[in-house]
Antibody, heavy 118, light 106 residues
């Protein structure tokens, strides 16, 4: 059974940094791209970015709203994907979901809430 | 980026009704379109992909169609568990979602 578990969310002040983790199980982690999707309170889904598998270069893509501030990385030996978030803004407040794949995605984590507030 | 315009933003319907939700892409996406259902406090659930392919385990009352820039999700006979928010997503290029359609009980 595929499982994705996010962790690392919490309350952070504007301008500070936070790193989210996504621990995966139930599949060969290194074979798949991993994505992050967020949802602000009461709002719709916003794709944040993804990291390709090493077979496809391990490269990353980001939404314009986070490019230059957020970095996605992966540790295939631990089956963990990371979302490093720097220079956080109040508008980054959202539930952050980890998902498998970079296109349609059938596997989602339960989400972790990030609140950016002073 | 490809923009996805979803309509309507909200919809009231009754059990047994047939409902249709549309999604228009700002450029052609070659059927690289998925539909998701989301219930409050839960992660989205994949319903269809490649515009019309039903995800395993999803009831056949859900169907999708379209081509080019215009796509539709149809629920043939609404069931109580179908009242939720629906999103389209294109994955022809870096993914983008529609703004969502909230389906409410009339």
């Amino acid at each position: 059974e595929v499982q994705l578990v996010e962790s690392g969310g919490g309350l952070v002040q504007p301008g500070r940094s936070l790193r989210l983790s996504c621990t995966a199980s139930g599949f060969t982690f290194g074979d798949y791209a991993m994505s992050w999707v967020r949802q602000a309170p009461g709002k719709g889904l916003e794709w944040v970015g993804f990291i390709r598998s090493k077979a496809y270069g391990g490269t990353t893509e980001y939404a314009a709203s986070v490019k230059g501030r957020f970095t996605i990385s992966r540790d295939d030996s631990k089956s963990i994907a990371y979302l490093q978030m720097n220079s956080l803004k109040t508008e980054d407040t959202a539930v952050y979901y980890c998902t498998r794949d970079s296109t349609k995605t059938r596997f989602w984590g339960q989400g972790t809430l990030v609140t950016v507030s002073s | 980026d490809i923009q996805m315009t979803q309509s309507p933003s909200s919809l009231s319907a009754s059990v047994g009704d047939r409902v249709t939700i549309t999604c228009r892409a700002s450029q052609g996406i070659s059927n690289s379109l998925a539909w998701y259902q989301q219930k409050p406090g839960k992660a989205p659930k994949l319903l269809l992909y490649a515009a019309s392919r039903l995800e395993s385990g999803v009831p056949s009352r859900f169907s999708g169609s379209g081509s080019g820039t215009d796509y539709t999700l149809t629920i043939s006979s609404l069931q109580p568990e179908d009242f939720a928010t629906y999103y389209c997503q294109q994955y022809y290029s870096t993914p983008t979602f529609g703004q969502g359609t909230r389906l409410e009980i009339k």
